[in-house]
């Protein structure tokens, strides 16, 4: 199973699963990731490609790489 971590921008899917602690699975859910939701990298920063930008519906969110390392996609 794939992470949004490892999508490359222009790339998107839709999310699976969220496998992280209740704190980071928390966070992650009051930013508005949810399973079923589609998402969309739109930009990776320049060194070790963290953040990682991100559209979610309307809104674009930053995302640390454990982070999207936490969020399942297909």
Do not use: C, H, K, Y
Request: hydrophobic residues 45%; without cysteine; glycine residues 12%.
């Amino acid at each position: 199973m794939r992470t949004l971590s490892t999508l490359r921008p222009g790339e998107s899917g839709r999310i699976t699963a969220i496998e992280a602690q209740a704190d980071l699975s928390q966070g992650l859910a009051e930013a508005g990731f949810s399973v079923g939701d589609e998402v969309e990298v739109l930009a990776r920063g320049l060194f070790g490609g963290t953040p990682l930008s991100v559209r979610l519906g309307r809104a674009v969110v930053a995302l640390r790489r454990n982070e999207a390392e936490a969020v399942r996609i297909s």
